[in-house]
């Protein structure tokens, strides 16, 4: 998995990731999923949206990435678990590759372990769109 050092994070994805997880939370039982997003938000540097980079993954970015063994490129598009829909490109954040993407920035990469085990990395190469970018400050 990559680090949540050097992630970056809009104030409103971070507050509504948080209470999706507090949501989710189960006492006494955290999937390993949940884990490593809430540190991920937990260590990422908040920025108002408004003040997000454009080359930034946030919540409901279009992006393209690419498999850095094949060059395989598509886009996917990062959301929450109510409308995540793999054959559409709608990828959660609880997802790992979804945990994965949030915060980074264009040319870097995600890595992730998959629930198979297998370690598995797409490299950002644009963001087709972001919400804050457009104006929205509210996706």
């Known amino acids: 998995m ?8 809009t104030e409103l994805d ?3 990731i948080f209470n999706l997880l507090r949501r989710r939370a189960v ?20 920025v108002r949206p408004q003040e997000i980079g454009a080359d930034i993954v946030t919540m409901y970015s279009k992006l393209r990435v690419a498999d850095p063994a094949t060059g395989e490129e598509r886009s996917i598009t990062l959301c929450y678990p109510e409308d995540a829909d793999a054959a559409k490109g709608m990828i959660s954040v609880l997802s790992p590759v979804g945990t994965s993407l949030l915060g980074l920035r264009v040319g870097e990469t ?3 372990q998959g629930t198979d085990g297998k370690h598995s990395e ?15 400050y509210t996706a």
Request: aromatic content about 6%; glycine content about 6%.
């Open 110 to 112: 995600a890595e992730w």
């Open 27 to 46: 006492p006494g039982k955290t999937s390993v999923q949940i884990g490593e997003l809430s540190e991920l938000i937990d260590a990422a540097e908040l």
């Open 14 to 16: 971070h507050v509504r």
């Open 2 to 9: 990559t680090t949540a050092f050097n992630r970056t994070i």
């Open 122 to 136: 797409l490299v950002v190469r644009a963001i087709e769109f972001q919400p804050e970018a457009s104006g929205d």
